[in-house]
Every structure is written in structure tokens, then in C-alpha cells.
Antibody, heavy 119, light 106 residues
Framework: EVQLVESGGELVQPGGSLRLSCAAS????????MHWVRQAPGKGLVWVSR????????TYADSVKGRFTNSRDNAKKTLFLQMTSLRAEDTAVYYC????????????WGQGTTVTVSS | SYELTQPPSVSVSPGQTASITCSGD??????PCWYQQRPGQSPVLVIY???QRPSGIPERFSGSKSGNTATLTISGTQAMDEADYYC?????????FGTGTKVTVL
């Protein structure tokens, strides 16, 4: 079964750091671009970052640039999001998603992990 | 910046047709995707490449585009189609989701 499972979300104080993980199974992880997408409570989907299949090309939304780092370990079939200098507005459910490429869309999503930034 | 605008809500009676628009200045060169998100669930891809349905998505879902506006159409809407819907596009420097549309089946 093709599956993505996120973990690492928790309550963290403003200014703190957190690392999210996304474990892939059931497909050739190294062949796909991957995304992080977040959704604040009661709000819409917001794209956070994408990484190409070998990790050599990474793009970020302006709102997280310089604070978040997207990376992957293809040998361990895992995607990571290192988050630093966290703010209250980073509070959201964070999803990882597989990208088929081109205009084929994000065809597999994880269940999400919740990050709450509060004192 | 890349922005995609959708109507906040659409209401439809069971069996009728719901149309959701997605407008953006850069959509003329794009083939947007559409996602369905039911309450408490992760998003699901329902349209890719502007008009193609992934395996397992019912035929009542269709996508089209004219100029800078893309449209998701749900024909013969069912109660199970009540959800939030998002369009999505990308360019070399960013990805963007639309503002989202809540579809209510009355």
C-alpha cells in the first residue's frame, strides 16, 4: 500500500524549533518530488516547500524562507522539515504529499501532524 | 506573486450541478489540479492536468479552463461530495493553492 505517515508535531513555545518527519512506504520514494503543505485551524491549504527527487532543488514559501529547512533521506525513505524560530502563525496541521511531476498533481497525502506554537 | 481566487461557498441541491471557479493572472499557461477535502480528512486529488481524473474518482467530477479561469464541475452532486475544494498551480519558483470553496449539498 502506498502510504505517507507524518510525525513530530507537538506543542512548542514561540521561538522554538521542531523537526517533522514523513515516512514513505509502498513506492519508490527516490523517484518523486515531495511537498510540505500546512493548514491552520479553520483555514485553507497553504504550500510550504517542495524538494526534488534527489534533494538538489528545494523551494520555500516566502513565509517560511530562512526559518524552515526541507530535506530527505532516500535510503531511509523519509522526508524532513526542520522548523526554527517558530511563530504563533506557524500553528497548523502539516501534511507531506507526493508529487507525480508536471501537472499530474499531489496524488498521495499523509494524515498530517499538528504543530502548535504557544506559550 | 501567484494568487488563485475561488468563491468562498457554493450551494447545490442533490442531483444538480455544482461549478467552482478558480481565477488567476497566470492560469493562462497552467493546467491546474483540484483537491477535495472532507471535514477532518486529508486532501484528495480529484483532477490533474486541468481536466483528467485519477483512477477511482467518479466521472461526475470534471475540469476545464478558459483563459485565466479554471472550473471544477460536479454533475449529479451527491451528499458525499459536500467538502472543501481547492485548485492548485505552480511555476518554477512556487506552488499555490486557491482560497478554497466550501460546497454544501442542501
Amino acid at each position: 500500500e502506498v502510504q505517507l505517515v507524518e510525525s513530530g508535531g507537538e506543542l512548542v513555545q514561540p521561538g522554538g524549533s521542531l523537526r517533522l518527519s514523513c515516512a514513505a512506504s509502498g513506492f519508490t520514494f527516490s523517484a518523486y518530488w515531495m511537498h510540505w503543505v500546512r493548514q491552520a485551524p479553520g483555514k485553507g491549504l497553504v504550500w510550504v516547500s517542495r524538494i526534488n527527487n534527489d534533494g538538489s532543488s528545494i523551494t520555500y514559501a516566502d513565509s517560511v524562507k530562512g526559518r524552515f529547512t526541507n530535506s530527505r533521506d532516500n535510503a531511509k525513505k523519509t522526508l524532513f522539515l526542520q522548523m526554527t524560530s517558530l511563530r504563533a502563525e506557524d500553528t497548523a496541521v502539516y501534511y507531506c504529499a507526493r508529487d507525480v511531476g508536471g501537472w499530474y498533481g499531489m496524488d498521495v497525502w499523509g494524515q498530517g501532524t499538528t504543530v502548535t506554537v504557544s506559550s | 506573486s501567484y494568487e488563485l481566487t475561488q468563491p468562498p461557498s457554493v450551494s447545490v441541491s442533490p442531483g444538480q450541478t455544482a461549478s467552482i471557479t478558480c481565477s488567476g493572472d497566470k492560469l493562462g499557461d497552467a493546467y491546474p489540479c483540484w483537491y477535495q477535502q472532507r471535514p477532518g480528512q486529508s486532501p484528495v486529488l480529484v483532477i490533474y492536468q486541468g481536466s483528467q481524473r485519477p483512477s477511482g474518482i467518479p466521472e461526475r467530477f470534471s475540469g476545464s479552463k478558459s483563459g485565466n479561469t479554471a472550473t471544477l464541475t460536479i454533475s449529479g452532486t451527491q451528499a458525499m461530495d459536500e467538502a472543501d475544494y481547492y485548485c492548485q498551480a505552480w511555476d518554477s519558483s512556487t506552488e499555490v493553492f486557491g482560497t478554497g470553496t466550501k460546497v454544501t449539498v442542501l
